[in-house]
């Protein structure tokens, strides 16, 4: 046994780059952990509008870019090198840091796990530099070129583009999920950001897209952006809470904090927690099960947790930021005292709001005043049907089937749906104080409504170009399921405010509150699709200048001082695009503009519906920067979503809500409101194939009748 005793293995020195590779798995776990790194970056260097690429989930590309201070020349050789920071020189220094990055390994980590390139721009430098990194080394970007920073053109700021990430790590690749559910991941440290950041402007998008997922505007509040980010919903029933700590303030235990969160009438299928500790994000799993404690005392137990927001400053000398790899977590003195006095005074706050609780629900749409127009309910219907069936009356000797003896059972009140398109809509609901405000008698309302809905079918038109083709394929791939028999099947309610561009419609047992902006831009890019090289023309008598509406665009623009091109030179530039391009315009999409430089007509997509041509000039404007003129596909993809958008009902951007309107504008409203009923709604029950994209914002379920009958229980 002893001859046969294994030797101890000998202790070896691990390889630099092994190291190395180790404790980038400890930093960077996936795509979401490299941007949550790269974003703290910005914003220590004074960053006020970021933007964010990224592709197949950040796995493929992963692109920030900032306008902050930008990294000195000097510094690059050795930017992607472990532990080298601007932030401390002195272990004194960790003790009262407050900025993001202290360590210096998250650049190197990045080199260690993926192609890393950064092109950079200080305010005194004149061009930008470009560098190429592997393993924390500088590296030629191109076979047979040095590896020393190369000039070239750039903005003040940063552009840090991470490539092929985990490329020679297959274990950690195989390990993440779907690129979709890596970008959510992404999508979600974002919001938490650009929530505590309101001052700074965040834009997300996907690699070959135009249009952003997520974009927040700079000089904002906190209230602000939870209301964009997170909906109205969440934003009108927000509270807020101001705490700090008894004493001088410049003590090391002196701290303050700022809360957000819900009140007791908002419910939420999961709980929101967001906390940063002296703007760092942070977990802290003691405050959270203290904050649930206090709700639980508040909202019933079928009642789930609202969303919260905190933001703690303490003083750097109380905090140690040095205790996880990814800085996701931190110690600080205090903590039970801290937590404390923030749990009660939120639990005071919504003590003091908790005196009413409301409860949203909306009865059932009722019939017409006239007897015959009213729906007989099923029970009367089975009676009737059995006094035919008696001796002596019409159809007698018809004994009833078991099947039907069994239809006849009682249904109960909770699950009866009464809908028809002669219910009552939310307008008629209203007084009527002037006789003037009828547009008419009923029958000349029933006969309206039935030109309406007998309106010829808009057939799709035949094209051999496969861009088209791969267009309307994609919108037919992209169908959701059940939001499109919703909108197939739905009873319109009415307009709840036409500046917000919100209504409400019924489907089944459920209300839905739908931003009917949103699938009208849908409805109008799918339709201009569909028509693609035979849409209709709307003409304009006369004709105005194409250079003449884009210069009001122009000018209507907020453009800053240092654009290299003025005003009058991007009013050329935007009317040479279109007028090198007026034959195809006219074929494909009816946009008609003469030699001269008139536009002679614009594209009609819905018959019985006219856009506000307010909006004419600021169609045209966009179409210069906005539509990518260099690829086919994209090129008529990209167009057709400007016309969509500039279809999209609703006021014009110069539209001040709190001037009172003149009477041409309320003539101009009321036409509106009678579009969006009549020719907006059922042009989507026949036409639009919803994406599920609409179900994040758009389309939301305000009450169904189980839930209300329950209420109504409870009450």
């Known amino acids: ?377 099923k029970k009367r219907k089975d009676k009737e049907r059995e006094h035919d069936d008696e001796p002596g009356t019409e159809g007698a000797g018809i004994a009833p089937s078991a099947t039907q003896a069994e239809s006849r059972k009682k249904v109960s009140s909770h699950l009866k749906v009464r809908t028809s398109l002669k219910d009552r809509t939310l307008d008629s609901m209203f007084p009527v104080m002037n006789s003037s405000q009828i547009g008419g008698s009923s029958r000349d309302r029933e006969t309206e409504k039935a030109e309406t809905s007998q309106s010829r079918d808009i057939k799709e038109s035949e094209c051999i170009l496969t861009s088209v083709q791969a267009l309307r394929k994609n919108a037919i791939k992209g169908k959701h399921r059940l939001l499109t028999e919703i909108l197939e099947k739905h009873t319109f309610v009415g307009i709840v405010d036409v500046n917000q561009c919100l209504s409400l419609v019924q489907h089944s047992a459920n209300l839905y509150l739908v931003n009917h902006a949103s699938l009208a831009e849908e409805l109008f890019y799918q339709l201009g699709l569909r028509q693609f090289g035979n849409i209709s023309k709307m003409k304009l008598e006369p004709p105005p200048p194409l250079k003449t509406l884009i210069s009001i665009a122009i000018e209507a623009e907020d453009i800053p001082d240092d654009t290299p091109l003025k005003k009058p030179q991007i009013v050329e530039r935007i009317v040479d695009i279109l007028m090198s391009r007026r034959e195809m315009l006219a074929e494909y999409f009816s946009l008609e503009i003469s030699p001269d430089g008139f536009v002679a007509s614009l594209p009609l997509l819905l018959r019985d519906y006219t856009p506000n041509l307010d909006k004419v000039p600021s169609f045209l404007m966009r179409l210069g920067p906005q539509v990518n003129w260099t690829s086919e596909q994209e090129c008529f993809e990209s167009f057709l979503r400007e016309l969509a958008h500039f279809y999209v009902p609703g006021p014009a951007a110069c539209f001040n809500p709190s001037v009172p309107l003149t009477e041409e504008q309320e003539v101009q409203n009321k036409a509106e409101r009678w579009q969006i009923e009549h020719a907006l709604f059922p042009s989507m029950r026949r036409y639009l194939a919803a994406p599920q994209s609409l179900l994040d914002a758009d389309v939301v379920q305000v009450a169904n009748l189980p839930d209300l009958y329950k209420v109504f229980e409870r009450c």
């Open 1 to 377: 046994m002893g001859e046969d005793a294994r030797e101890p293995l000998p202790i070896r020195r691990l390889q630099e780059t092994l190291i190395n590779r180790i404790a980038a798995g400890e930093v960077i776990h996936r795509p979401a952990s490299a941007l949550k790194e790269l974003v703290e970056n910005c914003l220590d260097a004074g960053a006020t509008s970021i933007r964010v690429t990224v592709k197949d989930g950040g796995l493929k590309l992963l692109q920030i870019q900032d306008n902050g201070y930008g990294i000195r020349k000097a510094d690059l050789p050795i930017l992607a090198e472990r532990f080298t920071t601007s932030k401390l020189s002195t272990f004194s220094d960790l003790s009262k840091i407050a900025t993001y990055g202290f360590r210096g390994e998250a650049l190197a980590s990045m080199s260690h796990v993926a192609h890393l390139n950064v092109v950079t721009k200080t305010k005194t430098d004149t061009c930008a530099w470009k560098a190429s990194y592997s393993d924390g080394k500088l590296v030629e970007p191109q076979p047979g070129q040095t590896p020393d920073p190369k000039p070239c053109a750039g903005n003040d700021g940063t552009i840090i583009t991470i490539e092929d990430l985990f490329y020679n790590t297959p274990t950690r690749l195989a390990a993440l999920r779907s690129p979709s559910e890596e970008y959510s991941r992404i999508l979600d440290v974002l919001t938490k950001y650009a929530i505590h950041n309101p001052n700074v402007a965040f834009i997300c998008k996907k690699a070959g897209t135009s249009a952003p997922d997520l974009a927040t505007p700079s000089a904002s509040s906190t209230s602000q952006a939870i209301r964009m980010l997170y909906g109205h919903s969440i934003a009108k029933e927000l509270l807020s809470a101001d705490v700090s700590s008894l004493g001088e303030n410049d003590k090391p235990e002196s701290w303050k904090a700022e809360a957000h969160f819900t009140n007791a009438n908002y419910q939420s299928k999961k709980t929101i927690f967001l906390l940063f500790i002296n703007h760092r994000l942070v977990e802290s799993s003691r405050m959270k099960r203290a904050l649930e404690a206090v709700y639980n005392g508040i909202l019933p137990k079928v009642f789930t947790l609202s969303p919260n927001q905190r933001s703690l400053v303490i003083d750097p000398r109380s905090v140690d930021v040095n205790v996880h790899p990814t800085k996701k977590e931190v110690h600080f003195l205090n903590e039970e005292a801290i937590v404390e006095r923030i749990s009660d005074a939120i639990l005071e706050t919504l003590s003091s709001k908790g005196e009413s609780r409301i409860f949203e629900y909306q009865t059932l749409l009722t019939t017409g005043g006239a007897d015959n127009d009213r729906v007989v309910p």
